[in-house]
């Protein structure tokens, strides 16, 4: 098994910066990707960003250039740092790993991009 825990969500103002983090413990041995997907009220989970375990990125199209995901293996952690946030990114963010063909999430953390 795989436990994910997100942090780092809150209310932010357009234009401004959040940084989330996703915790990885359990057996995480064999994750090949991580990833973030964001649900917003009334519409399906989309995925935001992955990367892999050997560092290849992927962005949906509508956050290029302003998110960017990282790891760092020392800490099992996956981070997603987001500038320029526009109130059509408020969503819960839920983090996501891949491991033999199976998905893991964490609870999600909440992001409000508000004035």
């Known amino acids: 098994q795989v436990q994910l825990v997100e942090s780092g969500g809150g209310l932010v103002q357009p234009g401004g910066s959040l940084r989330l983090s996703c915790a990885a413990s359990?057996?995480?041995?064999?994750?090949?990707?991580m990833g973030w997907y964001r649900q917003a009220p009334g519409k399906q989970r989309e995925l935001v960003a992955t990367?892999?375990?050997?560092?290849?990125?992927n962005y949906v199209d509508s956050v290029k250039g302003r998110f960017t995901i990282s790891g760092d293996n020392a800490k099992n952690t996956v981070y997603l740092q987001m500038n320029s946030l526009k109130p059509e990114d408020t969503a819960v963010y839920y983090c996501?790993?891949?491991?033999?063909?199976?998905?893991?999430w964490g609870k999600g953390t909440l992001v409000t991009v508000s004035s």
């Open positions: 996501n790993a891949v491991k033999w063909g199976l998905d893991y």
């Open positions: 359990g057996n995480i041995v064999n994750i090949n990707v």
């Open positions: 990367i892999t375990n050997d560092g290849n990125t």
